[in-house]
């Protein structure tokens, strides 16, 4: 029952772009006016930034890992450093789900929600770049001031102009790290379906679930986390679990074909053959000519 892939819209690519001039007043905006996270501080080892900054952020989200497992999962020997790629990749290898910060706006709220920023700076040039991970665990609107966990030190203050332009020079690249159940307020549907999808490609079964099921609270009139629970329980041999997942997803989006023939095959496996056939005509009853073809070469009843 491997359908997923063909019924979820196509995954949207987050932009970099934000506004300028907003940073300082979105600063001054922000009540409290001061916050600062209380996050243990790790100090950086020549060139692992990346390892320890990704450990600082997930230390109350996935304490059993390592600063040695994240070096294994993100140090890359020859290039001496950590990409981008490599933090997001090693979150959900973790269990975890990471969500983009977009702008200055959405750094201060993420702040405010308890919830530390990992951020890719580029303290040089563009003609002879410093490439930086470094941990946003604080602001200070009064004093324009924003507070790093970067290299040696802790709680490092950095006026909030040089602390953007750094990180515009890094690509304005910044993200949250947060459990499976702890979808952000402003994360977007597609952003969080494609952390259920990516985890349970590698195997993630279990925080994949917990992201779809939290995906259902905050997105109730969409039908696909109800079937990526759906694919996940067929995959563990509850099929019964998966046909009532499935019939409540066609509930959300009925005369859905690719649900319609879903939920045929499910009543089929269950014993339901007469419901099963039912779902089969009017499968075949949705379908156009073309898809007709497909759907009744694929039916085995």
């Known amino acids: 029952m491997k359908i997923l892939s063909l019924l979820l819209p ?17 600063l001054t ?22 390892p320890v900054v990704l450990k600082m952020a997930t230390n109350f989200s996935a304490p ?11 140090f890359r020997e020859e290039v001496q450093g950590t990409f981008q790629s490599d933090i997001l990749s090693a979150a959900r290898r973790m269990g975890l789900t990471p969500y983009r910060v977009p702008s200055s706006s959405a750094m201060w709220s993420q702040i405010r929600d ?4 990992i951020v890719f700076q580029n303290l040089g040039v563009s003609w002879l770049p410093a490439w930086h991970f470094s941990l946003l665990v604080g602001y200070d609107s009064v004093k324009d001031k924003v507070y790093l966990h970067t290299g040696t030190e802790a709680l490092q203050s950095i006026g ?13 690249w910044s993200y949250v790290v947060t459990a499976p159940a702890d979808i952000p307020a402003n994360a977007s549907f597609e952003e969080a379906l494609q952390n259920a999808m990516l985890l349970e490609k590698i195997d993630q079964q279990k925080p994949a679930a917990e992201v779809y099921q939290q995906m259902i609270v905050k997105f109730p009139t969409r039908f696909e986390p109800h079937l ?11 099929k019964k679990a998966a046909l009532k997942e499935s019939e409540t997803a066609l509930t959300k ?9 879903n ?17 089969k005509r009017e499968t075949l009853a949705h379908a156009s000519p073309e898809e007709r073809a497909a759907y009744e070469n694929r039916f085995t009843f």
């Open 29 to 50: 905006e922000e009540v409290p006016q001061e916050k600062v996270l209380d996050i243990p501080f790790l100090a950086q080892e020549k060139n692992m930034c990346g």
């Open 263 to 279: 939920l045929s095959i499910l009543y089929f496996e269950n014993g339901a053959l007469e419901k099963a056939r039912e779902l």
């Open 160 to 172: 909030i102009k040089r602390f953007q332009k750094t990180w515009e020079r890094g690509g304005s």
């Open 64 to 74: 059993e890992y390592t600063l040695s497992d994240l070096k294994e999962m993100t």
């Open 10 to 26: 196509a995954l949207l690519l987050m932009g970099c772009a934000t506004s300028k001039h907003r940073w300082a007043q979105d």
């Open 114 to 117: 308890g919830r530390p920023v």
């Open 228 to 238: 990526g629970l759906a694919q996940i329980y067929y995959a563990q041999g509850n």
């Open 253 to 261: 989006s009925p005369g859905h074909i690719a649900l319609l023939f």
